[in-house]
């Protein structure tokens, strides 16, 4: 439900484009591409920036971080956005990354679940199939049952890629919004799930990750491992346009900040 | 021809009245196209962006492969565990659900004391105007954790309590339409059965049943095609993993395949989520076909 009114968002958003265009000639288009775990964190920066400056147009394209990243480089756009870091051939490439966020995910289990804590390696063992049985680290005598998101979520590509599970994860549900997610693991002792961190997450059991527990804190540190960047990719060597420099720098003020903590992420600037 | 003779060629000048008799039809022609349009606007559209993923991924490939890993970084696109568990699950609440309607429907029709029976068509109309949603609610909240206790499974999340969703969901149409039917056999013909020394359960059942038969068949078909083509009930319940269809592993239909990736799709992936709707959308016309068949040939009689 909620993704759908984002999508008519996003269409009102390029009707406005549209309409704004051509109402005034004066204004200037700052044109975003990439990731879809950045829509809220985009939108609602981009809201508040237009808001506060009339005739700026910030257009968003949900693509996905590759498709983004690639428009950044060929300067199909003016910002590419990548929910990873840039890879080294990228930056050889051309780009510049800035990070304006970050993602912090959170480990989730049934409020009976006796286990408080999991490596790395046991989430990748919990979600692949490889460990079937909560005893086998530390819990109680209880099938586990790993619950996820639907394939294309940013929250599942963001947790897959930061414990290598990408494609092998056995999940016994996907569902379709982190609430479902949240409520399905709330409900069943063997369940195992993610949703980020900005979410309520009072029926369920947060999990520490190697000792560290998921915090605005410990994500900023670095020290909460299953976090990753949100990027602003830009062109190293073509200077942006005034009014995407203008976007850019907001972005990165801390003016921004608390724009991007109540968009669900962890601002990197307080 | 000019406005003017064609006012005066219809006679609207001389005849005021038959001007709005003509502009009320106008109105209601376009009122009616609208239907009509939209069937075809949907058809086309659906026809024209789901055809070229199928041939893009192969027909035999999509359609009978068994694997469905859309975002993998070699994707896999095989509807077969959709079309499966779309069969599957259909075939499974047709299997509970049309037996209890089908009874209840006798009940109601032949046996309910007036009290009972108002208070059962009363719970029945609440019963159709539940929405799904709230089945599902209801489903991933009760039934779900139930199954898993019940069963002994690790989660349950599963085919099975989609069946039982979808069979309590047909419950209403079923019904309803096996009434009529039932309702709709002269009073003769039982009471000639009666006369002849059966009883009145042998009656029912010898007599009145097998003249509503066609009836009662449109009330299975009509039951198959609210059930094939539900999504929200069910994508809450099923769990949505592309499994292979078995009782009691989470499983994802061809409504809720399309439903849960479509928010996030993008290329290929998108225009194969148009190609499964394409799919079902084929199985509810032949399922449409099957019952116009079967409502002329009972017509017929």
Wanted: hydrophobic content about 50%.
């Amino acid at each position: 439900m909620k993704k759908i009114i984002m999508i008519m968002l996003v269409a009102a958003l390029a009707m406005t484009a549209v309409f704004a265009s051509g109402a005034s000639e004066e204004s200037a288009t700052v044109s975003t591409d990439g990731s879809t775990s950045m829509e809220q964190v985009i939108l609602s920066l981009a809201e508040q920036y237009m808001a506060d400056n009339p005739g700026v147009n910030v257009t968003y394209n949900p693509t996905g971080s590759g498709t983004g990243i690639t428009a950044a480089l060929e300067g199909r756009c003016d910002i590419g956005l990548s929910s990873r870091a840039l890879k080294d051939d990228e930056i050889a490439g051309g780009l510049t990354q800035t990070i304006v966020a970050l993602d912090g995910i959170a480990i989730i289990v049934n409020a009976d679940n006796p286990v408080s804590d999991l490596s790395i390696d046991q989430i990748y063992g919990l979600f692949t199939g490889e460990i079937t049985n909560w005893s086998e680290v530390g819990g109680s005598d209880a099938p586990v049952v790993p619950v996820g998101r639907e394939a294309g979520s940013g929250t599942r590509d963001g947790f897959e890629s930061i414990t290598g599970t990408e494609d092998i994860c056995k999940y016994s549900q996907e569902l379709t919004s982190t609430g479902a997610v949240i409520t399905a693991v709330s409900q069943n002792p063997g369940a195992i799930g993610y949703a980020s961190l900005a979410s309520n997450l009072e029926s369920v059991k947060t999990l520490t990750v190697e000792g560290v527990a998921p915090s605005e804190a410990t994500v900023q540190s670095g020290e909460y491992l299953i976090q990753r960047p949100f990027v602003f990719a830009t062109s190293s060597s073509t200077p942006l346009s005034a009014a995407a420099q203008a976007f850019f720098d907001y972005c990165t003020s801390a003016d921004a900040a608390s724009i991007i903590a109540g968009a669900g992420a962890v601002p990197v600037v307080q | 021809m000019k406005l003017s003779e064609f006012i005066t060629a219809k006679g609207y000048k001389s005849n005021p009245r038959r001007l709005m008799e003509d502009l009320i039809h106008l109105i209601f022609l376009v009122l009616g196209l609208v239907a009509v349009g939209s069937v075809l606007v949907i058809t086309i559209y659906l026809v024209v962006s789901g055809l070229p993923a199928i041939f893009k991924i192969g027909p035999i490939e999509f359609l009978f492969g068994t694997r469905w890993a859309s975002t993998a970084s070699e994707p896999a696109f095989g509807i077969l565990p959709f079309i499966l568990t779309s069969i599957y699950g259909t075939a499974g609440a047709i299997i509970i659900g049309v037996p209890i309607g089908f009874f209840a429907a006798v009940f109601l029709a032949k046996m309910a004391p007036k009290r009972v029976r108002e208070v059962m068509e009363l719970c029945i109309g609440v019963l159709a105007g539940i929405p799904s949603v709230v089945y599902g609610l209801v489903g991933m909240t009760i039934l779900v954790p139930g199954i898993r206790v019940l069963f002994g499974v690790p989660d349950g999340a599963t085919l099975f309590a989609a069946i039982i969703v979808l069979a309590v969901m047909i419950l209403p149409s079923v019904i309803n339409v096996s009434l009529t039917a039932i309702q709709a056999v002269p009073r003769e013909y039982e009471e000639a059965s009666l006369a002849l020394g059966a009883t009145a359960v042998e009656t029912y059942f010898r007599v009145t049943v097998p003249a509503a038969k066609s009836g009662i068949f449109t009330a299975i078909v009509l039951g198959i095609g609210r059930a094939i083509g539900e999504a929200m009930a069910i994508m809450m319940v099923a769990g949505n993993v592309a499994n292979m269809p078995s009782l009691f592993s989470s499983v994802r239909f061809l409504t809720t395949a399309v439903a849960s990736e479509m928010s996030y799709s993008s290329g290929l992936q998108r225009e194969a989520l148009f190609s499964i709707a394409l799919v079902l959308f084929l199985f509810i016309m032949i399922i449409n076909a099957i019952l116009n068949m079967l409502k002329t040939g009972g017509e017929k009689k």
